[in-house]
């Protein structure tokens, strides 16, 4: 009972803050609306068991991908009345593409009535009573160390990459330089004058 | 198996990934300064790489749960990428100081590259198979767009970035076809799936996965970044695609079909026999219009992959053979073009890179005009000179299985290339002299393109015994 109450409040939530995210007139709504939908829909995945795909979910699109949509869209200066001067153009296009959503939609519904696809053969299918973050968990440093390492080098050369392709030394720019300020002795800096009345200050 | 047992199987990429994080920390401190010194310790980790594969990680087995395989197969594909991408670091940093691109990441990121074609060549698991094909992939797009102020490079490394990314899209998705419908990513799993019948599924997962990898092999249809990117590309970077990563994705397709898609050969067979023919013929017809070497050169190498596609064809312990033997003349034929191209420099030393500008080049520089010229007959497979012995084998093997009339076909299209290869014979002992290139500077650099010369020149075949017993061996290991 409980769960299907969830699952309705999860389902119309997601559908709802869909919506807006594409109706929402003012950009940064929009990202927010999306920002919801994502949460709603990690709730759908704790709903069937899958904890570790929610996670991802929040993590990954609530925490990084929604985040730097909101920097794009704060930070770039898009004129949004433009992007949507096209709309009239561009609408038989949406309803085509609309049309192949829906077409599909009603495939997977008959595909789904005609029987599952022949998969009996899934290789070791992790026991229904472990939960599916401990069972990554006990594979992926395990079994797969290997894999989990070169995937760390390839983010290492990622970080290369980026650094290669943007980084350049400017010319002409004063950074703090920390030796030099800490090596400077007071008697360099400070000098003891007996100023007298009616003079300028020489420096 | 223990975990140390299973690191001493995959020695040579721990030094080359250990190595290149010591590298990347000088590179960090030192500054571009110290970019020569930098290139010459990646050289030494490679040759200790190398080294390495006559200890157990030559031939050792299985490691970390069937996820590796060290045998001889992989160890002749390794020992191959290993000296293509040293000469590769031995000629860049002349290059890029010419044009003050001086840059210490660049041996970094081909350690790091050379760490991911190792992995690519021993995987027996798609998972292996996609992290090490990313891995060399990812600092590729890098390399290609390295002299980042050159429109054309970061143009090439644009091109290639996008493409290979969607040719990894097609390729994770035949691996998850793959993996949903045998249950399973081990070669040897996938292998007993294929054995008790071809599903749809398997099916569709095969053709995504083999069109992914022809992607990075630049077979047709999948070829049409090679030229943008191989013009683009900084010539020492170009060099380096067309050979070590040529070799790494050769031979891991050949692993892929034969152990994994053993059980299904009717099927992948037809398509390496479409891509097959496809390179050779349009490798051979676009390349007769090009008037830069460079985009010559890359039509070239697909034509020649076709070539090696024609031995995977066959199917057998010779064709095997004969696609490593290939793959080794390949190599060294077209290191030595790509160094005879970065020869070709005008007064000013900036590098020039059209046909034209080789026109009577015996007349200047007539070394390096023999050793083009080796070099381009090679190519065209003319005997006596070496490149001729491969496709030998290639189309010996492929009689060997009944196949002649696709031999028939295959040797056709081997003179539609050499009309162009001979095109640029005539150009370079028969026009008249262009300006003179500027006087060679390294005679390292000539010693190279010596060495690959007499590798391909007639002499080449006192090596036959070795690479064919090499060859046979690495074959012999994947049946």
Known sequence: MIQTIAFYLFAIMVIASGVLTVTARNPVHSVLWLILAFFNAAGLMVLVGAEFIAMLLVIVYVGAVAVLFLFVVMMLNIDFAELRAGVARYAPLGVLLGLVLLAEIVFATAAWNAGAIDMARAAAPIPAEVPNIEALGTVIYTRYLYIFEAAGLVLLVAMIGAIVLTHRARGGTRPQNVADQVKRRPEDAVRNVNQPIGQGVEL | MPVTQSLALTLPELILSLGSLVLLMVAAFAGDKATKAISWGAVALFAAAALALLGPAGHGGSAFDGLYQADSFSSFAKLLIYIAAAITLIVAPNFFERNGNVRAEYPIL??????????????????????????????????????????????????????????????????????????????????????????????????????????????????????????????????????????????????????????????????????????????????????????????????????????????????????????????????????????????????????????????????????????????????????????????????????????????????????????????????????????????????????????????????????????????????
């Open chain 2, 110 to 479: 081909i350690l790091l590259s050379g760490v991911g074609m190792g992995m690519m060549v021993s995987a027996t698991d798609l998972l292996t198979l996609y992290v090490g094909l990313e891995l060399q992939s990812l600092a590729a797009y890098v390399l290609a767009s390295f002299m980042r102020r050159d429109t054309r490079s970061a143009e090439a490394g644009l091109k290639y970035f996008v493409l290979g990314a969607l040719a990894s899209g097609i390729l994770l998705y035949g691996i998850s076809l793959l993996y949903g419908f045998t249950g399973t990513t081990a070669f040897e799993g996938v292998a007993a799936a294929f054995g008790d019948g071809l599903g749809m599924g398997e099916m569709f997962g095969l053709v995504f996965v083999l069109a992914g990898l022809a992607f990075k092999i630049s077979a047709v249809p999948f070829h049409m970044w090679t030229p943008d990117v191989y013009e683009g590309a900084p010539t020492p970077v170009t060099a380096f695609f067309a050979t070590a990563p040529k070799v790494a994705a050769m031979a891991l397709l050949t692993r892929v079909t034969i152990e994994a898609m053993g059980g299904a050969t009717d099927a992948w067979r037809q398509i390496v026999i479409f891509a097959a023919l496809a390179s050779t013929i349009l490798g051979g017809v676009a390349a007769i219009g090009q008037t830069n070497i460079k985009r010559l050169l890359a039509y070239s190498s697909i034509n020649n992959v076709g070539f090696v596609l024609f031995g995977l064809a066959a199917g057998t312990q010779d064709g095997v053979a004969a696609v490593m033997t290939y793959l080794a003349v390949y190599v060294a034929m077209t290191v030595g073009s790509f160094l005879c191209v970065l020869q070709m420099r005008d007064e000013s030393g900036q590098p020039v890179e059209t046909i034209a500008s080789l026109s009577g080049l015996s007349r200047t520089r007539p070394a390096l005009a023999a050793a083009f010229a080796i070099f381009m007959f090679s190519l065209a497979g003319i005997p006596p000179l070496f490149g001729f012995w491969p496709k030998f084998l290639v189309f010996d093997a492929l009689v060997g299985v009944g196949m002649w009339p696709l031999a028939m076909i295959g040797i056709a299209t081997s003179v539609i290339g050499a009309f162009y290869y001979l095109k640029i014979v005539k150009t370079i002992y028969f026009d008249d002299p262009a300006p003179a290139f500027a006087p060679a500077e390294s005679k390292l650099e000539g010693g190279l393109i010596a060495l690959s010369a007499l590798f391909v020149s007639p002499l080449g075949y006192l090596a036959i015994p070795a690479l064919g017993a090499a060859s046979m061996a690495a074959a012999r290991a994947l049946f």
